[in-house]
């Protein structure tokens, strides 16, 4: 086994990292394989440039060696993007600990550390604006094909597109009278959900339904039917969104910003943020912030009724209802509510040391919360 297609390496430690991504990469895929080859690949010429006497394990030491390599990784040209940099990082670091796992040497795995990983800053998908979803879901009623009805489900419910490739064909709930929920399945984050659904997406179900029925393959108890398996049928949809986009001025959209449009929606229609978590399956609050999105006309809407119902003159609660629910569901609940406040309020703060105070205060808070639903999950 070579680190890379190119030319073999000449370095003493070359058969050691060999040995490292063989026991690595046994269950992954040759992309990966690749990938901490040329890692390892890069630290060992470096190491070969800057530190010719380095020939054994026991000699590599956090400065100079690890510390030079990041910044010889900072000077490249042109500039590595920031999550290549991490990357690099989080691969050599996972060979150095198996190398100080196979060579019982434990000082190679605290070479790297948690610190030295810059967070990759996450670009989530805008969600649509009011009139692009209005053009849009136009455009989806008048096609009312299998994939127009598949793309209108998914902004009604704020499905995943991988979680509506799985429903099953009964997915559809009688939850009450005049009452119906979706059931998701196992979806990103290894959870399901009932989601709650008017009588449009009770039709949606039923034309889908219908679609299905002339379907030639046999019923495997899927609502959509896969040919050549579900990564195929995703690969087929997602153009069939950015035509239908095109076709009404929406130069580009991918099937993620139906769900953060559907979230927004929930929030400006009154929506808590613990019922928001609970329809999109998140685990954790902090995510769901970053799928809303307060539009100029939210905030104007906002600042008239605080201004027409002052705070000030309503006469205050003896205790804050935030939520129903007894023990420590309620607790988990008002934990919620209350880091909502804090971090609505610590973005409305300029850079300074207040906002970084309510910031700490936040995680803190997200802390307490873990432990709490520990304590509700051990019964």
Request: glycine share 4%.
């Amino acid at each position: 086994m070579k680190l890379s297609r190119y030319a073999p390496l000449e370095h003493p430690l070359v058969h050691h990292f060999q040995r490292a991504i063989e026991s690595l990469t046994t269950a992954q895929s040759p992309d990966s394989t690749r990938h901490y080859r040329g890692v390892a690949r890069n630290f060992l010429i470096y190491l070969g440039d800057d530190h010719p006497s380095v020939c054994s394990l026991n000699q590599l030491h956090r400065d100079p060696h690890i510390l030079g390599w990041f910044a010889h990784l900072r000077s490249h040209t042109p500039p590595l993007a920031q999550a290549v940099y991490v990357y690099h990082l989080v691969f050599l670091r996972s060979i150095l600990e198996e190398l100080a796992r196979a060579a019982q040497l434990p000082d190679l795995a605290r070479l790297i550390r948690r610190e030295d990983l810059p967070r990759i800053p996450q670009r989530l998908p805008r969600p649509l604006t009011a009139e692009q979803d209005r053009l849009l879901q136009q455009e989806l009623l008048l096609r009312n094909d299998l994939p127009a009805n598949v793309f209108l489900l998914l902004r009604h419910t704020g499905m995943r597109i991988g979680e509506c490739a799985d429903l099953s064909y009964d997915c559809l709930h009688h939850v009450g009278p005049d009452l119906w929920a979706i059931h998701v399945p196992l979806g990103k984050l290894k959870t399901e959900r009932m989601v709650p659904v008017d009588s449009f997406v009770c039709e949606l179900v039923q034309r889908l339904r219908f679609f299905r029925s002339f379907d030639p393959l046999p019923a495997d108890g899927h609502l959509l039917a896969r040919r050549r398996g579900k990564q195929s049928f995703l690969k087929q949809l997602r153009p069939y969104l950015s035509d239908a986009a095109a076709a009404v001025g929406i130069p580009k959209i991918v099937p993620h910003q139906l769900r953060h449009t559907y979230a927004s929606e929930m929030v400006r229609a009154g929506v808590s943020l613990p019922a928001v978590m609970t329809l999109l399956g998140h685990v954790k609050a902090e995510m769901t912030m970053k799928y809303v999105q307060i539009a100029g006309n939210d905030l104007q809407r906002e600042f008239h009724l605080a201004r027409s119902h002052p705070r000030h003159l309503a006469p205050q609660p003896k205790a804050p209802a935030v939520s129903s629910r007894a023990g420590l569901d309620g607790v988990a609940d008002a934990l919620l509510f209350a880091q909502h406040a804090i971090e609505m309020f610590r973005r409305s703060l300029p850079d300074g040391p207040p906002r970084r105070c309510l910031g700490r205060l936040s995680n803190r808070l997200t802390k307490i919360l873990s432990e709490t639903r520990k304590l509700n999950s051990a019964g």
